[in-house]
């Protein structure tokens, strides 16, 4: 299949999406998940969720087994769940008659299947009964493992990887007054959408849809509905209706705001795209991060987290619904809306869609994957 070819952009009129076959179509997936997923930094989570050396989780990250743990020296690190010697799954291999097989031991991470241990620097330590082994050449494959924000990056193809801060660009900046780093978890919603996630990407990036499909979201932001959204300042946030100033039903909150933003981020909303697959959305009080993970070509995982200051959470009366109840209202409409689209787009005559002019935003995923599936 040869790559996309964009059509000059023209300011004022109908631009086309991408074809639909780069939505539906198993090959194209198979060269995103090898020129896109596996050659960026995606998000998987949070750092807080590792917080003591020897702590691990296991991953499925586009298909791979990927063990993140935190080392001796307290670091991240990541590698691919795969012993050297056979290829067997380092964690989660459950043997029946054995309590503790094999996986991250204390200081150790051991085979279940002929007990070959790693450091958790992923050093090959031990070869049982076997002498003379170079261990230098047997490490564990390792993962590219970057921190920002409190957010948990890998990077599947860490040889010759680019920068994570190459791949921020101008967020760090735009975002540096919310104090994402220190934010945890208060709430967390998965979805399983039966959609591609670039139908879902361009959904995020435009809100001409929203007087049509988020009423509840519209009557807090009253912006959204006028002209098709196509007079928002995206750069100097949004503005709620008069009285309101955070994501929530009543568009209030006991929660005190993030101390160190400025008048425009105690009262507006903001919202960020990290290509290929976190979103966040940023509130005076609490920030909805959406972390996508493809399925496939017409699935998504999305697990939504509600991120909030830890005193807010550690407060006797902390309660996450004001935000989560209309998150996941708007979620599941969007959602509704993208799988819509999917079924739709596999109509006989259908050879692509097209972005409105105040879909402008929409059109930054068609020449992100365009410029990369072009690549060799």
């Known amino acids: 299949m040869s790559p996309v070819e964009l059509p000059p952009q023209t300011a004022r009129s109908l631009e086309q999406t991408l074809p639909s076959e780069y939505y539906r179509a198993p090959e194209v997936y198979a060269r995103e998940r090898e020129r896109i997923f596996c050659r960026e930094w995606l998000c998987v989570g949070r750092e807080a969720e590792l917080p003591n050396s020897g702590d691990s989780k296991v991953l499925d990250v586009l298909g791979e087994s990927i063990l993140l743990l935190r080392n001796e020296a307290g670091a991240l690190r990541g590698f691919y769940n ?3 010697h056979r290829g067997a799954q380092l964690c989660g291999t459950l043997i029946p008659g054995r309590a503790t097989p094999g996986g991250v031991l204390g200081k150790r991470i051991r085979c279940p299947y002929h007990s070959w241990s790693y450091s958790l620097d992923g050093e090959l330590l031990a070869t049982p009964s076997i002498q003379g082994v170079d261990r230098s050449k047997f490490s564990l494959y390792p993962v590219g493992v970057e921190i920002w924000g409190g957010f948990v990056f890998v990077h599947l193809t860490p040889s010759g990887a680019h920068s994570l801060t190459e791949q921020l660009g101008a967020m760090p900046t735009r975002t540096c007054r919310y104090p994402l780093s220190r934010l945890r978890v208060g709430h967390t919603i998965r979805y399983d959408v039966a959609a ?27 912006a959204f509905r006028r002209n098709g959204g196509s007079d928002l300042e ?3 946030g949004i503005a709620h209706r008069e009285g309101a100033y955070t994501f929530t039903r009543t568009g209030t909150t006991a929660r005190a705001p993030f101390p160190e933003l400025n008048e425009y981020e105690r009262v507006r909303h903001f919202g960020e795209v990290l290509y290929p697959n976190l979103f966040l959305s940023l509130s005076c009080d609490h920030v909805a991060a959406f972390i996508l993970q493809p399925m496939g070509p017409q699935r998504t995982l999305i697990d939504c987290q509600f991120l909030f200051a830890p005193e807010a959470i550690a407060s006797a009366d902390f309660d996450p619904s004001d935000a989560s109840e209309l998150w996941d209202i708007t979620n599941r409409q969007d959602w509704a809306i993208c799988e819509s ?31 990369r599936l072009g690549r060799e």
């Open 196 to 222: 591609n996630w670039k139908i879902i990407v361009e959904n995020y990036n435009e809100c001409y849809h929203c007087g049509g499909v988020h009423p509840e979201l519209c009557e807090l932001v009253p």
């Open 82 to 84: 795969v012993c050297r």
């Open 341 to 371: 689209v999917q079924r739709g787009i596999a109509a006989r005559p259908h050879e692509h869609g097209y972005y409105a002019p105040m879909e402008d935003y929409s059109l930054d995923i068609r020449r992100y994957v365009g410029e």
């Open 234 to 236: 995206w750069e100097r």
